[in-house]
């Protein structure tokens, strides 16, 4: 059943209505006034004279009727960055709150429960950091003034989780949302304190595809991104905040990326996947590289570095352009959460002309200590398509991170050229003229039939190996040379894919849940008939993941 929830923010007095099954165009409004209280109030509520209304956001589930829900929050400019910061955030944690604490049972909860040891040195860095970052506060810098403003939503958040849960849901600490917004980041923060512990690394495990497509005439640029991961995290929710902050406390500028819809979590107040698409016309992605080198981990410090989560946003925020993006992006490198990175540029495309010789696509990658970059618009043209499978393309920053070792010891899993999503991707990418095609491809599992899903295993295939994976259908009995070959909860957990009319309204075709495989011969994916329904957490999630493309429309 459709179900939206509707409030509205002030500052009178405390009280809340939450409204289900109403009509569409019910939505939810922040309004500020001079006192500290935090009200929330029915989209009919009348503004009275000296109060402003900081924003307005509209919630809608359909988590179990096309397996995503939907957040819009818009913020005004008449209020202050930082109430539009902490009202985004209240508003966010108010409406999703029960949801949130199943997003946290299922993927944070139990986090040190078996490392207390690594988790008090967490704790220590993780303080370390934020008092760093909190020293560093200047509201007359752009990058600084666009940190503090992230930190000032999670302040939001967190007050709105407490106001809006049900009476029965438990309470979470501010440390508790900061630790699941920083997930991905405190997998290598742990590593870093402990480099030569592999008990919970699973080496090579792939961790998302992308795929950038320019179309014959230059008709179109498609982009996509698939999620994979441990399907625990299959709670989802497509989200779009338009806020209105300036670029610094002394400027009137609006930051060019004041408005940007991607895929989401419950409680994540940025993408997690790391699919954004910019009211700055830029498009930004990422696919997960790997450090085996454990010499750069003693580059990853508590102090004077911004965690990759933080780092995306504040760049997503204040980029004009791809060159300004990597140069924003790659201040504070924290070696954390090491991605490739890709920026495309919609604002510099114009259908049927050719491309800017420049500045259309830059590639960026980040491990501990080093950041590279480059721009590959040249490539793109004479290619037409640019793909990213987990595997660094520099030449130094794959030598260096450890990379290079593990092609030689392993084979062409951890090859760059050989690696057989790279020769899926060779040999799949001119089939596609259309959006529907690139969601065709993306969501590509034929892992019985495609010789590149081959491998020294018995059965001699792995399910892995595939542009979207499905681990969970690789036999509990069968053999396999690397873990992350095996049975698993693990696999391409969505897709998402726009083109340059979309991009436009901010807007991307998905599908949620793991794929069904390139003819639907794979079946859903669902938990009654998985053998990890009794193992891993997974609150809130449908039973079966049997859903069709879904294109929402926002409103607000």
Same mark, same amino acid.
């Given at each position: 059943?459709?179900?939206?929830?509707?409030?509205?923010?002030?500052?009178?007095?405390?009280?809340? /209505?939450?409204?289900?099954?109403?009509?569409?165009?019910?939505?939810? /409004?922040?309004?500020?006034?001079?006192?500290?209280?935090?009200?929330?109030?029915?989209?009919l509520y009348i503004a009275k004279p000296k109060e402003i209304i900081i924003g307005e956001a509209k919630y809608i589930e359909r988590?179990?009727?096309?397996?995503?829900?939907?957040?819009?929050?818009?913020?005004?400019?008449?209020?202050?960055?930082?109430?539009?910061?902490?009202?985004?955030?209240?508003?966010?944690?108010?409406?999703?709150?029960?949801?949130?604490?199943?997003?946290?049972?299922?993927?944070?909860?139990?986090?040190?429960?078996?490392?207390?040891?690594?988790?008090?040195?967490?704790?220590?860095?993780?303080?370390?950091?934020?008092?760093?970052?909190?020293?560093?506060?200047?509201?007359?810098?752009?990058?600084?003034?666009?940190?503090?403003?992230?930190y000032k939503q999670l302040d939001g958040l967190y007050d709105g989780y407490m106001q809006g849960k049900s009476p029965g849901t438990?309470?979470?600490?501010?440390?508790?949302?900061?630790?699941?917004?920083?997930?991905?980041?405190?997998?290598?923060?742990?590593?870093?304190?402990?480099?030569?512990?592999?008990?919970?690394?699973?080496?090579?495990?792939?961790?998302?595809?992308?795929?950038?497509?320019?179309?014959?005439?230059?008709?179109?640029?498609?982009?996509?991104?698939?999620?994979?991961?441990?399907?625990?995290?299959? /709670?989802?929710?497509?989200?779009?905040?338009?806020?209105?902050?300036?670029?610094?406390?002394?400027?009137?500028?609006?930051?060019?990326?004041?408005?940007?819809?991607?895929?989401?979590?419950?409680?994540?107040?940025?993408?997690?996947?790391?699919?954004?698409?910019?009211?700055?016309?830029?498009?930004?992605?990422?696919?997960?590289?790997?450090?085996?080198n454990n010499s750069l981990w003693s580059n990853v410090k508590p102090i004077g570095q911004v965690l990759e989560f933080v780092r995306?946003?504040?760049?997503?925020?204040?980029?004009?352009?791809?060159?300004?993006?990597?140069?924003?992006?790659?201040?504070?490198?924290?070696?954390?959460?090491?991605?490739?990175?890709?920026?495309?540029?919609?604002?510099?495309?114009?259908?049927?002309?050719?491309?800017?010789?420049?500045?259309?696509?830059?590639?960026?990658?980040?491990?501990?200590?080093?950041?590279?970059?480059?721009?590959?618009?040249?490539?793109?043209?004479?290619?037409?398509?640019?793909?990213?499978?987990?595997?660094?393309?520099?030449?130094?920053?794959?030598?260096?991170?450890?990379?290079?070792?593990?092609?030689?010891?392993?084979?062409?899993?951890?090859?760059?050229?050989?690696?057989?999503?790279?020769?899926?991707?060779?040999?799949?990418?001119?089939?596609?003229?259309?959006?529907?095609?690139? /969601?065709?491809?993306?969501?590509?599992?034929?892992?019985?039939?495609?010789?590149?899903?081959?491998?020294?295993?018995?059965?001699?295939?792995?399910?892995?190996?595939?542009?979207?994976?499905?681990?969970?259908?690789?036999?509990?009995?069968?053999?396999?040379?690397?873990?992350?070959?095996?049975?698993?909860?693990?696999?391409?957990?969505?897709?998402?894919?726009?083109?340059?009319?979309?991009?436009?309204?901010?807007?991307?075709?998905?599908?949620?849940?793991?794929?069904?495989?390139?003819?639907?011969?794979?079946?859903?994916?669902?938990?009654?008939?998985?053998?990890?329904?009794?193992?891993?957490?997974?609150?809130?999630?449908?039973?079966?993941?049997?859903?069709?493309?879904?294109?929402?429309?926002?409103?607000?």
């Amino acid at each position: 059943m459709l179900s939206i929830r509707c409030i509205l923010l002030s500052l009178l007095s405390v009280w809340a /209505l939450q409204c289900s099954a109403i009509q569409k165009n019910q939505t939810l /409004l922040a309004v500020k006034r001079d006192n500290n209280r935090i009200t929330i109030q029915p989209k009919l509520y009348i503004a009275k004279p000296k109060e402003i209304i900081i924003g307005e956001a509209k919630y809608i589930e359909r988590i179990n009727s096309t397996g995503w829900a939907y957040l819009e929050i818009r913020t005004s400019q008449k209020a202050k960055d930082e109430d539009q910061a902490y009202g985004a955030g209240y508003l966010e944690g108010t409406l999703t709150a029960d949801l949130i604490h199943s997003y946290w049972s299922n993927t944070a909860k139990g986090y040190c429960t078996d490392r207390p040891k690594v988790c008090q040195q967490l704790k220590d860095y993780m303080t370390t950091n934020q008092n760093w970052i909190k020293s560093k506060s200047n509201d007359s810098d752009p990058y600084w003034y666009q940190v503090g403003l992230y930190y000032k939503q999670l302040d939001g958040l967190y007050d709105g989780y407490m106001q809006g849960k049900s009476p029965g849901t438990p309470d979470l600490t501010w440390d508790d949302l900061y630790w699941l917004n920083a997930l991905y980041d405190l997998r290598d923060v742990s590593i870093s304190l402990n480099p030569s512990d592999i008990s919970n690394r699973v080496l090579g495990s792939g961790s998302c595809s992308a795929l950038i497509k320019l179309l014959p005439e230059n008709k179109d640029i498609l982009v996509s991104h698939v999620s994979w991961s441990g399907y625990e995290t299959m /709670l989802r929710i497509q989200k779009r905040y338009s806020l209105r902050f300036r670029k610094s406390k002394t400027s009137n500028k609006l930051i060019p990326g004041f408005d940007m819809s991607f895929s989401s979590y419950p409680g994540i107040i940025q993408s997690g996947d790391d699919f954004y698409l910019i009211s700055s016309g830029l498009t930004t992605m990422e696919t997960t590289i790997q450090n085996y080198n454990n010499s750069l981990w003693s580059n990853v410090k508590p102090i004077g570095q911004v965690l990759e989560f933080v780092r995306a946003m504040v760049a997503n925020r204040l980029a004009d352009n791809p060159t300004d993006w990597v140069n924003l992006f790659k201040l504070y490198n924290s070696g954390t959460y090491n991605n490739q990175w890709m920026i495309l540029n919609y604002a510099a495309f114009q259908p049927g002309s050719p491309l800017p010789s420049r500045d259309v696509l830059h590639v960026l990658e980040q491990i501990p200590g080093i950041v590279m970059h480059g721009d590959f618009t040249g490539h793109l043209i004479n290619r037409t398509y640019w793909a990213s499978y987990n595997v660094p393309y520099f030449p130094f920053i794959f030598n260096v991170s450890g990379n290079y070792d593990m092609a030689q010891r392993h084979g062409s899993w951890f090859s760059y050229s050989e690696t057989p999503r790279a020769r899926i991707f060779a040999r799949d990418h001119v089939k596609i003229h259309c959006a529907n095609c690139m /969601l065709h491809l993306m969501r590509s599992n034929n892992y019985t039939r495609d010789p590149e899903a081959r491998c020294h295993c018995n059965p001699p295939y792995s399910a892995e190996n595939a542009i979207s994976a499905r681990s969970d259908l690789n036999p509990v009995n069968g053999t396999y040379p690397m873990q992350m070959l095996g049975h698993r909860s693990h696999g391409a957990t969505d897709v998402k894919v726009t083109s340059n009319q979309l991009f436009k309204q901010l807007q991307f075709k998905a599908v949620a849940g793991p794929t069904q495989g390139s003819d639907n011969s794979l079946g859903p994916f669902c938990w009654s008939k998985s053998d990890f329904n009794d193992k891993v957490s997974h609150l809130g999630h449908p039973d079966c993941f049997n859903f069709k493309p879904v294109l929402h429309q926002w409103s607000l």
